[in-house]
């Protein structure tokens, strides 16, 4: 129960961390969050952030991406993949069995 809990904080130190990055200027993950309802479009913008952090052009879907755009639950984590393959022409979802799916932009 303790290792659990201590877990937990540990997590939302991370988030409460994470939430204070910023895409550009002062759009911090925060403010992508409360203004931007759809899941999809949240994720766009944090993954893009991201890719600019790390100066590449595709990033693993991983825990931390989609904690930092507020997208919880394998469920939901399906919807917005899904949406990204039918419908946005600009990214492509990349499965990688036994790996998290890798999100890249297409150029």
């Known amino acids: 129960m303790i290792l ?17 990055l910023f895409l550009k200027g002062p759009l911090t993950f925060d403010w992508i969050i409360a203004n931007i ?10 993954a893009q952030a991201y890719m600019d952090m790390n100066s590449a052009n595709e990033i693993p879907l991983s825990q931390k991406v989609w904690s930092s755009a507020s997208i919880e639950g394998k469920d939901s984590r399906y919807r917005v993949t899904a949406h990204l393959r039918e419908h ?9 069995p036994g790996k ?7 150029t």
């Open 37 to 46: 309802p759809d899941p999809t479009s949240r994720l766009i913008l944090v």
């Open 100 to 106: 998290t799916s890798l999100l890249r932009k297409r």
């Open 88 to 96: 946005v022409q600009g990214f492509e979802v990349i499965a990688r």
């Open 4 to 20: 659990s809990s201590y877990s937990l904080s540990i997590r939302d130190t991370q988030r409460k961390k994470r939430q204070s």
